[in-house]
């Protein structure tokens, strides 16, 4: 089994700054993508970004060109960094992890991230 624990949510005023960071352990997969899902108040749980083991990236359109995900591979660690924070980014997010061509089968308990105008 994996699990995955996530990090660094918090308040912060629209226009600034966070970093997640969701750490794997347990089971280790030899090639596996991770990704970065959000849920906002009353809304469903909506993809944000995702980076593929061999090192490729997508990202939602609404939070292109302001967040980055990177990966450190030998820790296991997933980041999200989120620059220029709107209200509209409020929400639990939540990080998953699932082996290249599967579906993602492990997530994270959620980290709040509240944007305050």
């Known amino acids: 089994q994996v699990q995955l624990v996530e990090s660094g949510g918090g308040l912060v005023q629209a226009g600034g700054s966070l970093r997640l960071s969701c750490v794997a352990s347990?089971?280790?997969?030899?090639?596996?993508?991770m990704g970065w899902f959000r849920q906002a108040p009353g809304k469903g749980r909506d993809f944000v970004a995702a980076?593929?083991?061999?090192?490729?990236?997508i990202y939602s359109d609404s939070v292109k060109g302001r967040f980055t995900i990177s990966m450190d591979y030998a820790k296991n660690t997933v980041y999200l960094q989120m620059n220029s924070l709107k209200p509209e980014d409020t929400g639990i997010y939540y990080c998953a992890v699932g082996e290249s061509g599967g579906p993602y089968n492990y997530w994270g308990q959620g980290t709040q991230v509240t944007v305050s105008s």
């Open positions: 347990g089971r280790t997969f030899s090639r596996y993508n």
């Open positions: 980076v593929r083991w061999s090192g490729d990236k």
